[in-house]
């Protein structure tokens, strides 16, 4: 099917439909003329024509004539998109699923494969079974982006054959993945604050079987600072989320002067709630990681750790059409590494408590 095709039944122009197919970092007009731009190429199962994929591939272009069907399923945030991380990750996904001239089928969002307690009173076969049926057993790939409950990676695994995922915290070889080790992230942003003479530290996110605490709580006790549960906690990682955590650090007693946020849009809630409270005798230093688009354009801007979201998707569909075309056969795990990105929400810690 042509692009324009796409373009007539998403209401955009043929250069429009191109753009986003071919660039992740396009900055469409809306995400919910994204969506319908992805949503119309998916119905259509488009993939480049044939005269693109000799362009590309050549002499092999016969050899690799097979058109693959990749789904992808999203564990960490429902269709209210309320984490951009992910958001901006599927962008690039979408984009490298399309270089590869396959076609992207069906994208899930189902947070209830991120939840162990729920994945361990749901009928799982059940649910994996009817999402193979949804995607009208075209399925010859898998995408999981982000953390994914053991049980139910096994079940989506021997379901696939083709699975790789894309995550901060490691399926331990279970299946083929991209990984930015959350541990080492969380431990580069606390080292920040660390060095900035910091020692009450407060930590916003998951802490169950979660990759960023563990590297939290470990980077404390390696620079002999005590953990103060009270400076614990756990929640949603939202920005309503975020904003309500920092109000009840602030009408608390004992305010940590520096905080860990487990994703960039937590720690947004923050520093919006931060706003709102022009004469604190001393600001909170806040830190977290992902490097979303917002994070260099909210005020102050955000101090974060980056993860190379354009190198992950990309590395990720390399992993997976290499073992669909069967180039391998043994787990694979490829590592990248996060990068401290020092802006303005971050300061040296001077006096010894809040006044």
Same mark, same amino acid.
């Given at each position: 099917m042509s692009i324009n095709k796409i373009a007539q039944m998403a209401g955009v122009s043929p250069s429009t439909v191109s753009r986003v197919l071919n660039n992740p970092n396009y900055r469409c007009s809306s995400e919910e003329t994204r969506d319908k731009i992805w949503k119309a190429a998916m119905e259509l199962n488009y993939t480049p024509n044939e005269a693109a994929r000799s362009l590309k591939l050549g002499k092999k272009a016969k050899e690799e004539n097979k058109t693959y069907y990749i789904n992808v399923l999203m564990t960490r945030m429902d269709e209210s998109r309320t984490d951009p991380f992910f958001?901006?990750?599927? *962008?690039?996904?979408?984009?490298?699923?399309?270089?590869?001239?396959?076609?992207?089928? /069906?994208?899930?969002? +189902?947070?209830?494969?991120?939840?162990?307690?729920? $994945?361990?009173?749901?009928?799982?076969?059940?649910?994996?079974?009817? +999402?193979? @049926? @949804? !995607?009208?057993?075209? $399925?010859?790939?898998?995408?999981?982006?982000?953390?994914?409950?053991?049980? !139910?990676?096994?079940?989506?695994?021997?379901?696939?054959?083709?699975?790789?995922?894309? =995550? *901060?915290?490691?399926?331990?070889?279970?299946?083929? &993945?991209?990984? $930015?080790?959350?541990? /080492?992230? !969380?431990?580069? !942003?606390? &080292?920040?604050?660390?060095?900035?003479?910091?020692?009450?530290? #407060?930590?916003?996110?998951?802490?169950?079987?979660?990759? *960023?605490?563990?590297?939290?709580?470990?980077?404390? /006790?390696? =620079?002999?600072?005590?953990?103060?549960?009270?400076?614990?906690? @756990?929640?949603?990682?939202?920005?309503?989320? #975020?904003?309500?955590? +920092? @109000?009840?650090?602030?009408?608390?007693?004992? $305010?940590?002067?520096?905080?860990?946020?487990?994703?960039? %849009?937590?720690? %947004?809630? +923050?520093?919006?709630?931060?706003? *709102?409270?022009?004469?604190?005798?001393? %600001?909170?230093?806040?830190?977290?990681?992902?490097d979303i688009e917002e994070a260099g354009n909210c005020r102050p801007m955000l101090t974060t750790v980056r993860l190379p979201k354009e190198e992950m998707g990309k590395f990720a569909l390399y992993l997976l059409t290499d073992r669909m075309k069967g180039g391998h056969s043994s787990i694979v795990r490829m590592e990248l590494e996060g990068k401290l990105v020092i802006r303005e929400s971050c300061s040296k810690f001077i006096t010894d408590s809040f006044n």
């Open positions: 958001s901006e990750l599927l *962008r690039v996904i979408e984009s490298e699923i399309h270089k590869h001239f396959c076609i992207l089928s /069906k994208v899930w969002y +189902m947070p209830v494969f991120s939840d162990d307690r729920k $994945c361990s009173n749901i009928n799982l076969d059940s649910i994996i079974n009817s +999402m193979y @049926e @949804e !995607a009208g057993r075209k $399925c010859d790939g898998l995408v999981i982006v982000g953390k994914c409950n053991s049980i !139910a990676l096994k079940k989506l695994n021997s379901k696939y054959k083709s699975v790789v995922s894309v =995550n *901060r915290n490691s399926t331990n070889y279970e299946v083929d &993945e991209l990984l $930015c080790d959350g541990y /080492k992230v !969380a431990s580069t !942003a606390v &080292e920040y604050l660390i060095s900035l003479g910091h020692k009450n530290i #407060g930590y916003a996110g998951e802490c169950q079987n979660e990759a *960023r605490y563990h590297g939290f709580t470990e980077t404390l /006790k390696k =620079n002999g600072i005590q953990l103060n549960p009270a400076y614990i906690i @756990e929640t949603k990682q939202t920005e309503a989320e #975020g904003y309500e955590v +920092m @109000e009840n650090f602030l009408n608390s007693r004992n $305010c940590p002067t520096g905080i860990y946020c487990a994703n960039d %849009i937590t720690a %947004i809630g +923050m520093l919006k709630s931060l706003s *709102r409270h022009k004469n604190l005798p001393l %600001i909170p230093s806040v830190i977290s990681s992902d």
